[in-house]
């Protein structure tokens, strides 16, 4: 048995960082300064509020007659060649019943937290820790990242055996880790499960359907939780990519206010499908909190069976007289609210509102700003009606391999536009 100051020495001395891990700690043996056993690490206490990347003390499990649970803060701890041990003169503390610690072994190990780098649910199979020697010569744990590779399952496997057999065996796999800073706790989940920490740029950067992929592989107050941290437009973007029975779900856990608000920044046919699918009452009730004019528009899709042409389109579209210019255009793109991105052509409408021309995009980047939208290139305009179905609407799509197609009403009128993602989406789902 080392003496208190050949300890002392050692973790000086001795390497200067020591590699350990959550599953390798617990049960480990600790012992006071004169060698006497204490109990086993049952444990791992973090105070997040006060400093997130370090464990703050060791959690006891002791004999009843020695009084149960105890915490031991890592300050008071000496570590060499896998021995823990209390410095000389530390005092052991009762483990507090207040949950404003996080347990690493409780609400870490087996949860599911979301991989932003992978766009994925991943699930925990032990934390990666590393002892260091603080300046004025204190011992600090440092929390590195949360393993979810193989390496992390093969050590809680061989749990048990001695420290060093189970790093040579668990150290043959690859590592597969997230860094601790990328992970958070969810504050407002009573569970206290966790997540990746991600900033609103970082979702941003992620495209709506991995987000939707990560949502579905969430367990259901993971789900809930992830959904309500979301940007109100980036939560619309995300809603779209979702299967019915889940927005329901999702949005069932949202004051209506802020359901109305999510809805308004959604395609006005997706908006119209969503609530659609919704029981009268709750669909009556986001309608009458959503301003007028995303109410009108969404009121107005509602009246079509979702199978139709009127079902399938979005009132996003850009259209203009046939007197505009390429400069019009650019102006009109800077007021345009809906999703830029979908938009390939320009609609070229008389005075009474019928559609009269198409006119891709590109070649109004080609004419120049003085360009009469008349006077450009023209694409092949194909429309069809609003109460055309949903089969034959996909039909028109392949016979002339349509990126758009203007839908129109009983006067020829424009009132809609189908995008091929639509009529996508309607053959996967009829598949």
């Known amino acids: 048995m080392h003496t208190h100051t050949e300890q002392e020495r050692e973790i000086g001395t001795a390497h200067g960082e020591q590699r350990t891990s959550v599953s390798l700690l617990l049960g480990t043996p600790v012992v006071d300064s004169r060698g006497q056993a204490l109990g086993r690490v049952q444990e791992l206490a973090v105070l997040p509020a006060d400093d997130a990347f370090h464990v703050h003390a060791l959690v006891l499990s002791r004999s009843a007659s020695a009084g149960g649970r105890s915490l031991l803060p890592i300050r008071s701890i000496m570590v060499a060649h896998g021995l823990v041990a209390m410095r000389e003169g530390a005092q052991v503390e009762t483990a507090p019943e207040v949950d404003h610690y996080l347990w690493l072994a409780r609400d870490l190990l087996d949860q599911q937290i979301i991989d932003v780098h ?200 850009l259209a203009l007289g046939e007197s505009a210019t390429a400069g019009d255009v650019a102006e009109t793109l800077r007021r345009f609210e809906g999703d830029v991105e979908t938009l390939t052509e320009i609609y070229l409408l008389a005075e009474d509102g019928s559609v009269r021309g198409v006119v891709p995009l590109v070649q109004v980047v080609l004419g120049g700003p003085e360009s009469t939208l008349s006077q450009l290139p023209q694409g092949h305009l194909v429309c069809c009606h609003v109460g055309t179905a949903g089969r034959r609407v996909a039909e028109l799509f392949d016979k002339y391999n349509l990126r758009s197609m203007p839908v129109v009403n009983e006067g020829n009128q424009l009132a809609g536009v189908i995008h091929a993602e639509q009529v996508i989406a309607l053959l996967r789902e009829k598949s």
């Open 118 to 317: 992978g766009h994925k649910v991943v699930r925990v199979n032990d934390v990666n820790l590393l002892w260091q020697t603080a300046s004025n010569g204190s011992t600090e744990l440092r929390i590195q990242q949360v393993e979810v590779g193989i390496r992390g399952a093969i050590r809680r496997l061989l749990k048990g055996l001695p420290g060093p057999a189970i790093r040579r065996v668990s150290d043959r796999f690859a590592s597969n880790a997230i860094p601790w800073e990328f992970v958070d706790l969810i504050d407002r989940d009573p569970a206290r499960r966790v997540r990746l920490k991600i900033e609103q740029d970082r979702l941003e950067e992620m495209h709506p359907s991995d987000l939707a992929d990560i949502l579905e592989d969430l367990a259901p107050a993971d789900r809930e939780a992830l959904f309500i941290s979301l940007d109100e437009e980036v939560a619309a973007e995300t809603l779209e990519e979702i299967e019915p029975k889940l927005q329901q779900s999702l949005l069932a856990a949202i004051d209506s206010e802020r359901v109305a608000h999510i809805v308004e920044e959604m395609d006005p046919g997706a908006a119209a499908d969503l609530l659609a699918e919704m029981p009268e009452a709750d669909s009556d009730r986001i309608l009458g909190e959503m301003e007028p004019d995303e109410r009108k528009e969404v009121e107005d899709l509602l009246e079509f069976p979702a199978d139709s042409a009127a079902g399938l389109m979005t009132t996003s579209y």
